[in-house]
């Protein structure tokens, strides 16, 4: 079976520029997670969604950074305009209600790289 | 605020060496879990602990949950190559829908 998909797997942008980031969470789950990773701040939760609806964005650093989750099989994260320090690993994760208790699967992450 | 300290940030061992890592908070959690992370992938579940006090084996990792359900820890038996990776512990509050708060993670490298 097919993981969670993340596209693309490497992004690199210059400042100013919009960047979008792609996930397809595993069949059959029903809730979906974006994180972002860094050496400074580690893992950090920034929204998650449960049937398609966003939860919590309180994790979502500010008005540039924008979620959506059009249907069930797909999500995206914006930023627009992008900056320098949003230079990170991007990963999106699904989990679903049946099975192990609160297991999230990741995706292979985005490297995003903003000059 | 980052609710859960781990460690060891680093730790870097020749093969066959035992390891303890610690993940500590002072809330407390109805469910912790181990992921373990290598490098250009993202994290994967080793283990979910829910009970005080609970202690699961995989292998040659030790997983224990504190009877105050605050902190837990982590030992590898005998580390192997192949053990090499970041390590991260994520608590989980709350009942229902739970959202993980993830640790500062423990970089392990162990050399042949």
């Known amino acids: 079976d097919a993981g969670v998909i993340q596209s693309p797997r490497h992004e690199v942008t210059e400042m100013g520029q919009e960047v979008t980031l792609r996930c397809k969470p595993i069949s059959g789950h029903n809730s979906l997670f974006w994180y972002r990773q860094t050496m400074m701040r580690g893992l950090e939760l920034l929204i998650y969604?449960?049937?398609?609806?966003?939860?919590?964005d309180s994790g979502m650093p500010e008005d540039r950074f924008s979620a959506k989750m059009p249907n069930a099989s797909f999500s995206t994260l914006k930023i627009q305009p992008s900056e320098p320090r949003d230079s990170a690993v991007y990963f999106c994760?699904?989990?679903?209600?049946?099975?192990?208790?609160?297991?999230?699967?990741f995706g292979p992450g985005t490297r995003l790289t903003v000059l | 605020t980052q609710l859960l300290e781990q460690s060891p940030q680093f730790l870097s061992i020749q093969e066959g060496e035992n390891l303890t890592v610690y993940c500590n908070s002072s809330?407390?959690?109805?469910?912790l879990q181990w992921y373990r992370q290598e490098p250009g992938e993202g994290p994967v579940l080793l283990v979910t602990v829910v009970t005080g006090g609970e202690v699961k084996k995989l292998k040659r990792l030790t997983f224990q949950f504190g009877d105050a359900r605050k902190d837990s820890s982590l030992h590898i038996t005998a580390a192997q190559p192949g053990d090499t990776g970041l390590y991260l512990c994520a608590g989980a509050r709350g009942t229902g829908f739970q959202k993980l708060v993830f640790g500062t993670g423990t970089r392990l490298l162990v050399s042949p």
């Open positions: 809330s407390v959690f109805s469910s």
């Open positions: 994760a699904s989990k679903g209600d049946i099975g192990s208790y609160n297991e999230q699967f």
């Open positions: 969604f449960n049937n398609n609806v966003p939860i919590d």
